[in-house]
């Protein structure tokens, strides 16, 4: 940054006033929901200046999105193709991964945004970064820097995304992952492992967990919203956020030891580009029985994320069980009735039963595009005769047969 020499101390307090007046208006334009207009105020100093929206940008898996990014200074004295321009992605405190530069009509995107990541191009100044199909991935913070020969600055930039936090543990049982088996369990479920803004955020939507689970940052923590002795007490000390007394609060274990603790996992997963159906067999099927059983509709078994995705954001309402493909048995209840599990709405489980016990259809997802082989109208048993045969043939031989 280039030092403003005494003479334009005026001219400082001045620009540091307006700077902000401009990020209250955004705020309040941000929390009407309005469209954000940046703008750039000019200063004589010749420096460049760098201006994002402020808050955040909100977009959702397999979306578009833009990371708004401005830039100013003295044009008289410098050329636009001499800029670069350089946006990274904070992984860490004090780490970055490179996602795209530009320096003339010389671009680059690193990584997994390749072929996803292009400069916006809205005119001189202007160094937003267009993200296309948005994954899971892409959440967190972003940096622009504009650079032009010993002259910087950045901004900073939140993309955020839609979708729906829920709480797991694998079948060996609860307090079983260290924080890197937790990322792989919520990658394996078809998420990542959520943040603690995102866990406030589902906390003030209801969410009650009275286990604690890893998050992003490497904390653990647990939303309580009925308070209770067993989950951290009433209130006090242990809890963050607004209402952090008698409503409850998130409890927080701090910064844990990742590579021996054990807990659980607080994951997040958002859009799906696909669709999650319950398949019901002619006769419940056992667990080895689920992956055929959706593959004859062109699908797969569906994992946990998956069918809180469709929980949340599809509306999917099933008052039956169905297996799951890490071997639980779960059902998504949207609109809660007395017979299908409480008072109120979320997606039940029933833990791992035994996986040879046929207790349930299955829960399958099938990706966009992929083709229903059995549209209707089908059971499930053995081609050539012999039909179900009390049950005494081998299921792993089961085909879809029409009924």
Not at 134 to 150: K, P, S
Request: hydrophobic fraction near 40%; charged fraction near 20%; aromatic fraction near 10%.
């Amino acid at each position: 940054m280039v030092c403003a020499p005494a003479a334009a101390l005026g001219r400082g307090a001045l620009w540091a006033a307006a700077w902000g007046v401009l990020l209250l208006t955004g705020a309040a334009e941000a929390e009407h929901g309005r469209k954000k207009v940046v703008h750039v105020l000019e200063g004589e100093s010749g420096s460049v200046v760098v201006q994002t929206a402020p808050g955040q940008v909100v977009s959702h898996r397999g979306g578009t999105i833009v990371l708004p990014c401005r830039y100013h200074y003295e044009a008289a004295a410098h050329g636009h193709d001499s800029v670069r321009l350089k946006w990274t992605k904070v992984v860490d405190p004090l780490a970055f991964a490179d996602v795209f530069v530009a320096l003339g009509a010389q671009h680059r995107a690193f990584g997994s945004y390749r072929g996803r990541a292009e400069l916006q191009g809205d005119g001189p100044g202007d160094a937003s970064l267009v993200l296309r199909n948005v994954t899971l991935q892409d959440y967190g913070r972003y940096e622009c820097e504009v650079t032009n020969e010993l002259e910087d600055d950045t901004g900073m930039v939140k993309l955020d995304l839609e979708g729906v936090v829920f709480p797991y543990h694998p079948r060996g049982g609860r307090y079983k992952l260290t924080f890197t088996e937790a990322q792989r369990a919520c990658a394996e479920q078809d998420g990542i492992l959520a943040s603690a803004e995102q866990l406030h955020a589902a906390w003030r939507d209801g969410l009650d967990w009275c286990n604690a689970g890893w998050l992003r940052d490497g904390s653990v923590q647990y939303p309580v919203s009925q308070p209770r002795e067993p989950c951290g007490g009433l209130g006090g000390a242990g809890s963050a956020g607004a209402g952090g007394g008698a409503s409850g609060g998130v409890r927080n274990y701090g910064y844990r030891q990742n590579a021996e603790e054990l807990y659980d996992a607080f994951c997040f997963t958002s859009n799906l580009p696909g669709r999650v159906f319950f398949l019901k067999p002619l006769r419940p099927v056992p667990f080895a029985g689920a992956a055929r059983a959706c593959a004859a509709r062109g699908a797969a078994v569906a994992k946990v994320g998956q069918l809180f995705a469709a929980w949340k954001l599809q509306l999917l309402d099933r008052c039956t069980a169905g297996w799951l493909a890490d071997g639980s048995a779960r059902y998504p209840i949207v609109n809660p009735r007395a017979r299908c599990g409480g008072r109120r709405p979320g997606v039940r489980s029933l833990g791992f039963p035994d996986a040879t016990r046929r207790l349930f259809g299955v829960y399958c997802y099938r990706a966009p595009g992929a083709p229903d082989p059995a549209p209707g109208g089908w059971g499930w048993g053995w081609a050539g005769g012999g039909g179900w045969a009390g049950g005494a043939r081998d299921p792993a031989a089961w085909t879809p047969l029409r009924v």
